[in-house]
């Protein structure tokens, strides 16, 4: 950490160039135990059978109550920008039932 010219220190954050392109994802799954919460982040594509695991987070549970927190405050600060987010169902959306999931590691 470096610190600033009020004597504050500064986290220095590094992005690397494949990490900065990102992943997309249009389907997350989370599970969690007593010390962690997974996060799996999927691309279904239309069509397929089969889905992808793009990427895996996991954190403490106090980590996933703050990211909660800033997705909350996120969504907000886009809704007042611009409009409510519209949750519609979309026709031939696949979801897979919860309760019959079976996935690979």
């Known amino acids: 950490m470096e610190q600033n010219g009020n004597g504050q220190k500064q986290l220095q954050i590094e992005l690397k160039e494949e990490v900065a392109q990102g992943v997309y994802s249009n389907l997350a799954m989370i599970t969690h135990s007593s010390s962690?919460?997974?996060m799996d982040f999927i691309s279904i594509l239309p069509g397929m059978a089969k889905a992808q695991v793009k990427s895996r987070v996991i954190m403490s549970p106090e980590h996933a109550k703050r990211l909660m927190m800033a997705l909350q405050d996120n969504v907000a600060k886009y809704e007042n920008a611009f409009g409510v987010?519209?949750?519609k169902a979309q026709k031939g959306t696949y979801m897979p039932p919860i309760s019959d999931f079976h996935g690979e590691a």
Do not use: A, L, R, Y
Request: proline share 0%.
């Open 85 to 87: 987010i519209e949750m």
């Open 36 to 38: 962690e919460f997974v």
